[in-house]
């Protein structure tokens, strides 16, 4: 699988298009049969052809008010409905779960405003089974970056069939700090009625760098007591936030990997005060 990420940049209300249309242009689809009642519902069978991968999402925060799209607020919001189908010529469609709150989806670390008129710079890594997104503020706002992943990852180690692994991971905003969301269990534990959170697993390097200059990335899994290590969050990494900046690189070979140092703004699922992904031409 691939891993590097690519840059780009929009309007901070054309960051909800660049999100929909990403997704929809590596294989998912939006499978709502009523924008207005149901959202935008995305469905993809995922990398292996077998998923039932779904989950709804909209530009508006959870009260399903102040649209990213049109207002100067900062919050989307999604919700992990595990099941869905179509309604016919139009009409709403059928949510397998519709009592599941509504989850935050931050494109600004920050309770506060920013006008729909920024100019913002993302970086985004997508295919079948997953999106990766860093949307970075301009300096000059000093709210810092976010990053927000939704999906399965490509290193699964139990038996999740359909959208049963869905996660949702977050700088700003998780539901607990050092957590994950997942939609569900695996299959032989007894399902959960909501989505639910799971420890972040990861060990950090106790200094970064080491005594030869190299820099340690760690990798990030997930899981609890119950159910082990249920996997690993592929594309991204952690270290610590020692001697290093937002946006600093890390070379290995010829690898690069650009350091995210998040907005800080409530709970982060990762554990990590710093992050890497890998890019070129950063």
Known sequence: MGYIFTTGTCLKSDLYSVIKNSLINAGWENKSSNATSDYDVFYSTGESGDKKLVFQMRPTDITDKNSIISTDLCSASLRFIETYTPGSNGAAGTVGRPSETW??????PSSGTMSKDTMMTYRINV???RLIIVIESPSATGVGSVLNYIGIPDEIYADEPD?????????????AVNNLLISNSPVNIAPATSATVRPIIVNLSPKNPNTQGLYMLSEFYYGNTN????????GIYGLPNDNVLHGSIIEDGSRQYFVVVPGVFSSNTFGSAALAIEVTGY
């Open 127 to 129: 295919n079948k089974n």
């Open 163 to 175: 959208s049963r692994g869905l996660i949702y991971a977050t700088t700003a905003r998780a539901d």
């Open 227 to 234: 159910e082990g290590t249920r996997g690993k969050l592929t």
């Open 103 to 108: 989850k935050y989806f931050m494109v600004v």
